[in-house]
């Protein structure tokens, strides 16, 4: 039973590398042939630029010239040449005796394609050379007319080879495989056939695109029970590595897209004063290098965050304040292009705890977001306050006693036609819009509120008495604030 048991589980092994490495075989080979013929495309077409001159002045000295070339393209990447003119008839080729040149190569489908105007690739058998051919042909043109074409072959048994190759060493990883299955068998070599074929069947399920896929941890021997759960947290963490990788390119497009529009913004101003404003032109300059450094730092935010998703990201003390106010500047030139006017309100300096560039990533989708629906005219105040302590929640603080926290609280209000307080606790959803025919994403919010819990902080929307909408970051205070601005 136990060398039954074990046999079995070789068996299974050895069809599940089967099902993986048979298509994989085939894909190499796929592969490795589009590769060749790119190669060749990109190649014919070098050599038929260089033919061009040739072909159309019809001098034979310069035949010599493309034979050498033809011969040097051979010698470097192991392909044959045959270069022929409108009639078909080989003017150069890459071989050394020449015996080819005057040959009539009309009748070869891919030279009649070719000097139709046409690009030829594929494969076919050469009762000349008795062998598979890999073929790219190409037409020489001069304007829209065609002077000839350009031909190389490759023998397919080079294809053949290389995957071979890989196979060969798929195999060997296949006999290893099997190898250690056998010990696994041996070891685990009990009553688990039903629970063995479940996790099997899991496995399979996986490997074809399921991520869903989960091994039976309910049962079976304490040794499969271990390798169920094994299986399903790998399940896991690979369906959670994707989610985080297409959250991550979604987050990234959107956050780049408004420091690229600044950057350009700035660009174009300096590029339009250089001739009248030096002086001006070099101001937006160094403005839009420091954007362009900003840019770089959103970028590695951006990274660290993806990094430290679902863990404990490591916090900095920086200042809300002198941020918020570069911020402000940063946005004032466009602002002024909607005729908007935003100004800071609050202390000089005001110290707080936060993953490296959140507040930046922060107060810029704050702003973003109401200069989009700011009317003219009116005006978006960024405002930093200091709040009341409160009570720190965590558990271990709370088997000490209560340890009041002071809190700074950033503040972003526009006088735009603001939210209901419905749409203001799900708009921090991803994707979710106030209307579905407005413009962005709907990522904005969503990323600022993975900023603020990355902080430790907290986020919140609310509409204001006034008309507008106040949005919100209250972060912890790593030091006290000065008031004076």
């Given at each position: 039973m136990k060398w039954r048991l074990m046999a079995a589980f070789i068996a299974v092994t050895l069809l599940m590398l089967l099902v993986q490495d048979v298509p994989l075989s085939t894909y190499l080979r796929t592969v490795e042939r589009d590769r060749i013929i790119t190669s060749l495309e990109r190649d014919a077409f070098v050599l038929a630029g260089r033919s061009e001159e040739a072909l159309e002045s019809a001098i034979t000295d310069d035949d010599a010239g493309?034979?050498?070339?033809?011969?040097?393209?051979?010698?470097?990447?192991?392909?044959?040449?045959?270069?022929?003119?409108?009639?078909?008839?080989?003017?150069?080729?890459?071989?050394?005796?020449?015996?080819?040149?005057?040959?009539?190569?009309?009748?070869?489908?891919?030279?009649t394609g070719a000097l139709g105007g046409q690009i030829m690739s594929g494969s076919r058998y050469s009762d000349t050379l008795q062998v598979e051919l890999l073929y790219v042909t190409v037409p020489v043109f001069s304007g829209d007319e065609v002077y000839g074409?350009?031909?190389?072959?490759?023998?397919?048994?080079?294809?053949?080879?290389?995957?071979?190759?890989?196979?060969?060493?798929?195999?060997?990883?296949?006999?290893?495989?099997?190898?250690?299955?056998?010990?696994?068998?041996y070891i685990f070599s009990t009553s688990v056939t039903r629970r063995l074929k479940l996790l099997k069947d899991a496995t399979e399920r996986l490997s074809?695109?399921?991520?869903?896929?989960?091994?039976?941890?309910?049962?079976?021997?304490?040794?499969?029970?271990?390798?169920?759960?094994?299986?399903?947290?790998?399940?896991?963490?690979?369906?959670?590595?994707?989610?985080?990788?297409?959250?991550?390119?979604?987050?990234?497009?959107?956050?780049?897209?408004?420091?690229?529009?600044?950057?350009?913004?700035k660009l174009e101003r300096a590029g339009s004063l250089v001739s009248t404003d030096p002086a001006g032109a070099a101001v937006r300059l160094a403005a839009a290098e420091a954007e362009a450094d900003r840019l770089g730092t959103i970028v590695e935010g951006l990274l660290l965050l993806s990094r430290t998703e679902g863990r404990?990201?490591?916090?900095?003390?920086?200042?809300?304040?002198?941020?918020?106010?570069?911020?402000?500047e940063q946005w004032q030139a466009l602002a002024q292009e909607s005729a908007v006017t935003i100004r800071y309100d609050g202390p000089l300096t005001a110290s707080v705890s936060a993953v490296s560039t959140?507040?930046?990533?922060?107060?810029d989708n704050y702003v973003d977001n109401a200069?989009?629906?700011?009317?003219?005219?009116?005006?978006?105040?960024?405002?930093?306050?200091?709040?009341?302590?409160?009570?720190?929640?965590?558990?271990?603080v709370r088997q000490l006693g209560p340890a009041p926290l002071e809190t700074v609280q950033l503040e972003v209000l526009d006088e735009g036609p603001g939210l209901s307080v419905e749409d203001c606790s799900r708009a921090f959803d991803r994707f979710w819009r106030a209307r579905s025919d407005s413009a962005g994403s709907?990522?904005?919010?969503?990323?600022?509120?993975?900023?603020?819990?990355?902080?430790?902080?907290?986020?919140?929307?609310?509409?204001?008495?006034?008309?507008?909408?106040?949005?919100?970051a209250t972060f912890t205070a790593a030091g006290p604030a000065r008031e004076g601005a």
């Open positions: 493309l034979a050498a070339l033809a011969r040097t393209y051979r010698d470097a990447g192991g392909a044959r040449v045959v270069i022929v003119n409108t009639a078909g008839t080989a003017i150069a080729t890459s071989d050394d005796d020449q015996s080819s040149i005057g040959s009539d190569y009309a009748s070869r489908p891919e030279i074409a350009v031909r190389l072959t490759y023998p397919e048994q080079v294809v053949d080879d290389a995957v071979n190759d890989q196979i060969r060493m798929l195999g060997i990883v296949a006999l290893t495989t099997v190898l250690l299955a056998g010990i696994v068998g074809s695109g399921d991520l869903s896929a989960r091994a039976d941890e309910s049962g079976g021997a304490p040794e499969l029970r271990s390798l169920s759960r094994s299986f399903n947290i790998m399940a896991e963490r690979l369906d959670t590595l994707l989610q985080e990788q297409r959250r991550f390119a979604a987050d990234a497009s959107h956050q780049l897209r408004t420091p690229l529009t600044a950057l350009r913004l404990s990201a490591p916090l900095m003390t920086v200042d809300l304040a002198e941020i918020a106010r570069e911020r402000v959140a507040v930046e990533q922060i107060l200069l989009s629906v700011s009317p003219g005219t009116s005006t978006i105040i960024v405002r930093v306050t200091s709040a009341v302590p409160v009570a720190r929640v965590d558990r271990a709907g990522l904005g919010l969503a990323i600022v509120a993975q900023l603020a819990k990355a902080s430790r902080a907290t986020v919140a929307l609310a509409p204001r008495g006034t008309g507008g909408l106040a949005a919100s």
